[in-house]
């Protein structure tokens, strides 16, 4: 899923509304819906969802875009506006190989390295080539390539672990990710 927001909310890579997003990360819990994996760009942000059907996945995102548009309208004294620029955007996966190249990409999207997507100066400034997006769920991510070990995934963590086979097992027949791969590269 990608959701969009409107021209005058772009740096959601900023502290304030970074944690907004975080705290409605780790609210959104809805039976049949888990948010797995997650990155916030400047004015975007990526998430890896599952659901166990197509009302469950409108409803879940429906939640999610109300409680970015609340929590951040609320963070910055309004009443309300416009926060989220269009409806989300969704892509099903169905092959290990596209779950991969998808983890990928979200969880390595930005990295303040100009040889990564997106580079920028901003939270993820103070990273490097060979460490984690702070502005994103890698350090709760088991499948790093030589990584050390993710932190636990608890009731009041900003993702869920996945339970579709896909997304917990099968992708990784097409070998662990590594930190300083460049997503969408060669």
Same mark, same amino acid.
């Given at each position: 899923m990608t959701i969009r927001v409107v021209q005058q909310m772009r740096s959601l890579r900023k502290r304030k509304k970074y944690k907004v997003?975080?705290?409605?990360?780790?609210?959104?819990?809805?039976?049949g819906f888990r948010i797995c994996q997650y990155s916030?760009?400047?004015?975007?942000?990526?998430l890896i969802v599952e659901a166990t059907n197509r009302a469950t996945m409108t409803a879940g995102m429906r939640s999610v875009?109300?409680?970015? +548009? /609340?929590? $951040?309208?609320?963070?910055?004294?309004?009443?309300? +506006? /416009?926060? $989220?620029?269009?409806r989300y955007h969704e892509e099903h996966l169905g092959s290990p190989r596209q779950v991969r190249n998808t983890l990928a990409y979200v969880l390595n999207n930005y990295i303040a390295n100009n040889s990564r997507r997106h580079?920028?100066?901003?939270i993820g400034a103070a990273g490097g080539p060979d460490s984690f997006d702070p502005c994103s769920s890698a350090e709760y991510f088991s499948g790093w390539k030589g990584a050390k070990d993710p932190v636990p995934i608890t009731p009041d963590a900003p993702v869920s672990a996945p339970r579709t086979l896909l997304l917990r097992k099968l992708w990784r027949r097409h070998q662990l990710i590594e930190l300083n791969a460049v997503p969408g590269a060669g």
């Open positions: 997003l975080y705290d409605v990360f780790c609210k959104t819990r809805r039976p916030v760009q400047d004015d975007h942000i990526h875009n109300i409680r970015i +548009g /609340k929590g $951040i309208n609320r963070a910055f004294g309004r009443k309300s +506006g /416009k926060v $989220i620029g269009q580079g920028g100066k901003d």
